[in-house]
């Protein structure tokens, strides 16, 4: 009998099973790794340099320029955090296709993964290594250029 988790919900009740084809799975996982690896993580050194350039220290007194740099500083550090997020995540994603692929690679074209082991493998944190993040200097705080506001 087939475990509650592994059943498909009652909307979906009358689909068919998902067929995945490993070697495949095992191409996929290499090639988003070093698609990742390649073309993606090189370039965020480029975006880093160019996100922490240094920033003229507006006058206290031109409040609209203070809280303009203020949400912009907290723009570019969402937009930092998700262009690192996005290699970490992908690469997550890329090592967690791959273990579920090393896991049935020598089993039956009759064996089925569980939903378990695919939730396993996504939310194995050794699967993820994430990189360095950028922390981008906040123009409200004290730095070596003087006090913003």
Known sequence: MIPQEDRPTSWLSDYGGIEADIRQLREFAERLEAEVRQNYAPHLSYIADDMTAAIPNPCDSFQELVQFLHAHHETQQA??????????????????????????????AFSAARVTDVERALADPSTS????????????????????H
Do not use: W
């Not at 950028?134 to 730095?143: A, I, K, Q, Y």
């Open 79 to 108: 937009t930092a955090d998700t262009i690192f997020d996005v290699r970490d995540t992908t690469g997550h994603l890329a090592a967690a296709a791959g273990e579920v692929a090393a896991r049935y690679a020598g089993s039956d």
């Open 129 to 148: 290594r994430p990189g360095p993040a950028l922390m981008l200097t906040d123009p409200d705080r004290m730095d070596n250029r003087g006090e913003v």
